[in-house]
């Protein structure tokens, strides 16, 4: 599905696009296409080889006069970290005309497996590592009187399946946010996205894979998978058009049934899941 057009389109190119999390996965992939379509990024990520090999693979792509992919390495959750970050990639190229924020990992697991601390960390790191950076930014956005900013929620932002008692809640943290944020940065001239991705070929899916409940593998398999590219390529076309929701795959249409008729997706959901109960050979 296309993404909702918010505004008149904004190409990429000769702009600066910075990405939290594009070490891997879907920030690798839109940081090579930013560069492909003329656009300059800065990547940030804990891990520095993944990363030098992220700004690399996007180097690949720069052809245009002027154009720059930087690494930095950083933990978004580190408020000193992500400040100091800040001023450094500020100072080097100037305020950003687009914000990234695609921090965030799930581990599948039935909830009884689940310790309080296992809902502390992931609201930690997939929340609080997206409020991190967009607040250290803020500041600069505000001066520039311009911006936009990307949030990545997940199709499971909207709607939630048995397995992600963790994640789920995290990702519809990003969207209430993401909802404040629209509305009062407005007048300042900050525009605001939200990603929701379907399942994505990435390192972070395949580790997930490990850890889920078969049950939860089952209803997955249901559920088309997209490549990493794609759903890079869905993303910079949203910031292009400042579209509000980035809706990659069937996440659009699985939106509308939410949205229009919630009790049809449950009741639809249900069924799946009594049918993978019986396969994993639960009763009841």
């Known amino acids: 599905m296309a993404p909702s057009i918010g505004r008149t389109r904004r190409p990429v190119a000769g702009t600066h696009t910075v990405i939290w999390g594009a070490s891997t996965g879907i920030g690798r992939a839109a940081a090579a296409e930013i560069a492909r379509r003329g656009g300059s990024v800065t990547i940030l ?3 520095a080889t993944a990363l030098d090999e992220a700004a690399t693979h996007a180097r690949g792509f720069a052809s245009g006069t002027g154009q720059f992919v930087d690494a930095l390495v950083c933990d ?3 408020e000193t970290a992500v400040a100091v970050a800040v001023e450094q ?10 914000v990234v924020n695609n921090v965030g990992s799930s581990d599948p697991r039935y909830v009884d497996d689940f310790a309080v601390d296992d809902f502390r960390a992931a609201m930690e790191q997939n929340f609080l590592g997206q409020v991190t950076p967009t607040l250290a930014l803020l500041p600069h956005l505000r001066r520039a009187g311009r911006g936009h900013i990307v949030n990545v929620a997940s199709m499971l932002g909207y709607f939630a399946i048995m ?3 963790t994640y789920a809640p995290t990702k519809y943290a990003v969207v209430g946010l993401s909802e404040v944020l629209r509305h009062e940065l407005r007048p300042a001239g900050i525009t605001v996205g939200v990603l929701y991705p379907p399942d994505t070929l990435t390192p972070g899916y395949e580790r997930e894979n490990l850890t889920k409940p078969p049950e939860c593998l089952e209803l997955s398999e249901g559920s088309a998978t997209l490549s990493a590219e794609r759903v890079g390529r869905d993303l910079v076309d949203g910031i292009e058009a400042r579209a509000w929701r980035i809706m990659p795959g069937d996440a659009g249409l699985v939106w509308r049934v939410q949205r229009h008729a919630p009790w049809a997706l449950r009741a639809l959901l249900d069924r799946r899941y009594a049918a993978a109960r019986r396969h994993a050979g639960h009763s009841g």
């Open 45 to 47: 990520a804990r891990g």
């Open 76 to 78: 978004a959750t580190d």
């Open 89 to 98: 990639l500020v100072a080097a190229r100037g305020i950003p005309d687009v």
């Open 163 to 165: 397995g992600f008692a």
